[in-house]
């Protein structure tokens, strides 16, 4: 049997260092390219419940201006107003599809006041409780878009 010669155990050592630089490089290399993956869906996730955030609340703007038109004795019940509860229903879905429970909720129960409002009426629910609702939601989507996002549906 043959022995290493010095030369020979050197470029063995050589081989073995390399090897184990490539491993470790690809490996860091996997784990900082999934770190960003994560960041970034992350990223696309808080955006997404963001926009739907935003389209319930222009959506809800808009049955208040409806409200507060009424209240003033500018208009009277019409069509456009079934078709802002429609987009006010549409909206609430969308939050419902992509944000936490608590923010769904928080935006159903918003939206029920509204429409018990515009249908309803000045005698129908309160304002008071109308602006409790709101001011659920609001703490709910702050939350939600804050990253404390408790109960937060399986995707």
């Known amino acids: 049997m043959e022995t290493l010669t010095g030369g020979t155990a050197l470029a063995l050592a050589g081989v073995v260092l390399g ?26 996730d808080r955006a997404e419940r963001k926009a739907a955030i935003m ?3 222009g959506s809800a703007q808009r049955i208040e201006l409806v409200l507060d038109s009424r209240n003033l004795g500018l208009s ?4 456009t107003d079934e078709e802002a509860l429609h987009e006010l229903w549409l909206a609430t879905k969308a939050v ?13 129960d918003y939206a029920g006041a509204l429409h018990a409002r515009v249908r309803g009426g000045a005698a129908s629910a309160a ?3 109308k602006r409790e609702r709101r001011h659920a939601f609001m703490e709910a989507a702050r939350r ?4 404390h996002r408790p109960g937060l549906k399986a995707r």
């Open 96 to 108: 419902e599809l992509v944000c936490a429970t608590g923010t769904a909720e928080a935006a159903r």
């Open 55 to 57: 389209d319930f609340l």
């Open 76 to 79: 009277e019940a019409c069509g």
């Open 144 to 147: 939600e878009l804050s990253g």
């Open 127 to 129: 304002p008071a409780a």
């Open 19 to 44: 090897a184990l630089g490539t491993v470790l490089g690809q490996h860091l290399a996997t784990r900082v390219e999934s770190r960003r993956h994560q960041w970034e869906r992350a990223a696309t």
